[in-house]
């Protein structure tokens, strides 16, 4: 089992960059497919994107792509999400997801998602 706690986001200007973390309390966070998710104010929760567990594996929604960078550091049992070039339509609450369901250390699928963190703002400024 892990407790995912985000933290990192805030309000930046369109063009800047943040990075998030998620800190998993537990001893087998390198168990666990972990990724992020966002939820914009009206909208449905989206995939952003995930890290299989031995960290060679990442997916990426397209809409990021080629900014953001997803990355896990097993030892200090955190992921990481680093964003650039950020614009408004980044703007939302982003969620750190577990998913402990999976066999390989390559797969990237989150489908069965089961831990949740609260989730960090992150604002973008026009």
């Known amino acids: 089992q892990v407790s995912p706690v985000e933290s990192g986001g805030g309000l930046v ?6 990075r998030l973390s998620c800190a998993a309390s537990g001893r087998t966070f390198s168990l666990y497919v972990v990724g992020w ?3 914009a104010p009206g ?3 989206e995939f952003v994107a995930a890290i ?3 960290g060679f594996v990442t997916r990426y929604a397209d809409s990021v792509k080629g900014r953001f960078t997803i990355t896990r550091d097993n030892a200090k049992n955190t992921l990481y999400l680093q964003m650039n070039s950020l614009t408004p ?3 939302a609450v982003y969620l750190c997801a577990a998913d402990g369901t999976s066999r390989s250390s390559y797969s990237v699928d989150l489908g069965n998602a089961d831990y949740w963190g609260q989730g960090t703002q992150v604002t973008v400024s026009s």
């Open 37 to 39: 998710f966002r939820q």
């Open 43 to 45: 909208k449905e929760r």
């Open 89 to 91: 339509e980044d703007t």
């Open 52 to 54: 299989s567990r031995n």
């Open 13 to 18: 200007q369109a063009g800047g960059s943040v």
